[in-house]
């Protein structure tokens, strides 16, 4: 059930979790406001979605 929720949303959060640790990293004046910022971006991106999805998998087997 859950594997294509994961399939969607994995892309977008990688490319942009990818994306802004390279600026973190390389930029110096990235700091915590640039990461409470993606942390926004990352729930826009659906973060709260992806996470459900493997909590309710992982209850699904833990049940059985």
Not at 12 to 20: D, S, W
Not at 50 to 56: E, K, T
């Amino acid at each position: 059930e859950e594997t294509s929720t994961i399939a969607e949303l994995t892309q977008a959060l990688q490319k942009a979790g990818e994306e802004f640790s390279a600026k973190y990293v390389v930029t110096a004046s990235h700091g915590q406001a640039e990461w409470d910022a993606w942390l926004q971006q990352a729930k826009k991106l659906g973060e709260d979605e992806f996470v459900g999805a493997y909590n309710a998998a992982q209850a699904r087997y833990d049940a059985e």
